[in-house]
């Protein structure tokens, strides 16, 4: 099976979202969308969500899964303004119960925050299955750069979020609270075990120097051979050795204290205050180096 891939680019935070659609009818699912945030003002809007949406409608399709592939630090999810326009259910790892700890403890959450990842619909495990119509996507547990990261492996497609990137850019950073080197570069062959012309389709791209256009798709075949990480054969200790001294010399992203929050709940902003008003917590020295 191979199923029609669209993605969708934002310039804003260099992520791609997609729209995985059946080749024979209009069953399909999308992943890892984006809402637009504006730090410095607090605001929000639909820009990208509402282009997926136009195209979604446009070709007449029926959303069934709304799949996150982990919590992303980056840039807000849209998936409830998603799934109230559109429908379909949402879903990510299990282990966002993991994660749903570790950064409730950061933001200071008390215990009227769930952390049992109630606030999604569906909750993945290695080896579970899901139907987009009559085309089945696989579940692979990829840890590494979080504890909850997720490869859907549909038909002849594979979408590993930030787990890989394009060969000339590498692998994911695993310096965030429960990463792990040692875990990603499991993962890694996880997905290099893969038949070799299993399409890939990543979570973001840099434009990395030597390279004119942004790219997205890759194979399986080309992350062994060329990926500048781990490919052509990389022992896990090499690989581990580069992350960990490549982790200690980035920054956190500049999205990282919003999107944490409002992932974590599933897309959905914290809980409004007596009059309304939807606040973010901005932690001192929890998330710095």
Known sequence: MTPHVTAFFDDATNTVSYVVRY???????????????????????????????????????????????????????????????????????????????????????????????????RLFKEGDAFQIGQMRGDVLHTPGHTPACLTYVIGDAAFVGDTLFMPDFGTARCDFPGGSAEMLYDSVQKILALPDETRIFVGHDYLPKGRDQFAWETTVAEQKAANIHIGGGKSREDFVEMRESRDATLGMPKLIIPSLQVNMRAGHMPEPDTDGDVYLKVPVNKLGK
């Open 23 to 121: 080749p024979n009818g209009q069953s399909a699912a999308i992943v890892d969308s984006v809402l637009d945030f504006d730090y410095a003002s607090g605001s929000t809007n639909t820009s990208s969500a509402d282009r997926v949406i136009e195209y979604t409608r446009e070709n007449d399709l029926r959303i069934d899964w709304i799949l996150e592939t982990h919590v992303h630090a980056d840039h807000l999810s849209a998936a409830p303004y998603l799934q109230e326009h559109l429908g379909g259910k949402i879903g990510i790892g299990a282990e966002i119960t993991t994660v749903q700890d570790t950064f409730g403890k950061v933001f200071n959450e008390g215990t009227e925050f769930q952390r049992d990842g109630s606030q999604f619909d």
